[in-house]
């Protein structure tokens, strides 16, 4: 499967972005999506994950300001953040997996797919 992630780009703390991950070439429906950051100098880390039945689940860092949804019919997920803050600025990762039952979700191995990223830069 192949991942496209776009919508990054510079805001004000405070301010609002809307990314999303277009898949395409598998069965998007079977596909548990995660998105993961990574901060200059800093390891890559979970966001965010939305399972096949749309439950989601949010790194601590980001509970009660970053929305995950995916809409099957269009083979996308949205992460929708709000609140930005200077600490929010990474590049951000989708990733995908085949759903097969549970797994270590938070870990970036987990995954076998990955898009390309896309730069949020939050100013201060």
């Known amino acids: 499967v192949q991942l496209q992630a776009s919508g990054g780009g510079l805001v004000q703390a405070g301010g609002s972005l809307r990314l999303s991950c277009a898949a395409s070439?598998?069965?998007?429906?079977?596909?548990?999506m995660t998105w993961f950051r990574q901060a200059p100098g800093k390891e890559r880390e979970f966001v965010a994950v939305?399972?096949?039945?749309?439950?989601?689940y949010y790194a601590d860092s980001v509970k009660g300001r970053f929305t995950l949804s995916r809409d099957n019919d269009k083979d996308t997920v949205h992460l929708q953040m709000k609140s930005l803050k200077p600490e929010d600025t990474a590049v951000y990762y989708c990733?995908?997996?085949?759903?097969?039952?549970?797994?270590?979700?938070?870990?970036?191995?987990?995954?076998?797919?990955w898009g390309q990223g896309t730069l949020v830069t939050v100013s201060s």
């Open positions: 990733a995908a997996r085949q759903f097969e039952g549970s797994f270590a979700y938070r870990v970036r191995n987990s995954y076998a797919y």
């Open positions: 070439g598998g069965t998007f429906s079977s596909y548990v």
């Open positions: 939305i399972t096949v039945g749309s439950s989601t």
